[in-house]
T-cell receptor, first 116, second 113 residues
Framework: GAVVSQHPSWVICKSGTSVKIECRSL??????MFWYRQFPKQSLMLMAT?????????EQGVEKDKFLINHASLTLSTLTVTSAHPEDSSFYIC????????????FGPGTRLTVL | EDKVVQSPLSLVVHEGDTVTLNCSYE??????LLWYKQEKKAPTFLFML????IEKKSGRLSSILDKKELFSILNITATQTGDSAIYLC?????????????FGQGTILTVHP
């Protein structure tokens, strides 16, 4: 149980294009999903918290117009990197929390984004 | 500013050794501490600790929390090469930051045969 998927697992795009990453909870409903960014050999940095049916809450320093988050259903959240640049190249991981009363988050397998 | 610090940052051992990973925290409104193991992709959940002094155990892994001294340890006994991974410690808070995980830097564990 508690499986989270991400799609795509990797993507290469040209500078200036937009890329959408999907995060799905496969066997549970997630009222809250989280998006993280991870650089090589570093820890996870929270980018934003996404609650179903409401606007995402972004962490300080994260541009909300660049990283668009949509959480339209209890099993799907999307992160769109708009007008991507090489510095946006990173490993993006989502997580989902099964219910409001648990602290445990289950992570997706991540998406490796490379912007040329 | 909330802070989670893990030590050591990296560790190299041989199969059969026992390792202890440390996680200390300085946060306001502590709620819980979680341990994750990350191999090549997604971090996988190991333990969640909320109470001091109660050991959580799963096979060769065990963990305990000390809320007075503000730290937790993760023990791995009789290590195997499959234990090689990044071990992440994270803290959750009460209040407006409810639900968010604040991660430490991680400990890279390498187990040689």
């Amino acid at each position: 149980g508690a499986v989270v998927s991400q799609h795509p697992s990797w993507v290469i795009c040209k500078s200036g294009t937009s890329v959408k990453i999907e995060c799905r909870s496969l066997d549970f409903q997630a009222t809250t999903m989280f998006w993280y960014r991870q650089f090589p050999k570093q820890s996870l940095m929270l980018m934003a918290t996404s609650n179903e049916g409401s606007k995402a809450t972004y962490e300080q320093g994260v541009e909300k117009d660049k990283f668009l988050i949509n959480h339209a259903s209890l099993t799907l959240s999307t992160l769109t990197v708009t007008s991507a640049h090489p510095e946006d190249s990173s490993f993006y991981i989502c997580s989902a929390r099964p219910d409001f009363f648990t602290d445990t988050q289950y992570f997706g397998p991540g998406t490796r984004l490379t912007v040329l | 500013e909330d802070k989670v610090v893990q030590s050591p940052l990296s560790l190299v051992v041989h199969e059969g050794d026992t390792v202890t990973l440390n996680c200390s925290y300085e946060v306001t409104n502590f709620r819980s501490l979680l341990w994750y193991k990350q191999e090549k992709k997604a971090p996988t959940f190991l333990f969640m600790l909320t109470s001091s002094g109660i050991e959580k155990k799963s096979g060769r892994l065990s963990s305990i929390l000390d809320k007075k001294e503000l730290f937790s340890i993760l023990n791995i006994t009789a290590t195997q090469t499959g234990d090689s991974a990044i071990y992440l410690c994270a803290v959750t808070l009460r209040g407006t930051s409810y639900g968010k995980l604040t991660f430490g830097q991680g400990t890279i564990l390498t187990v040689h045969p």
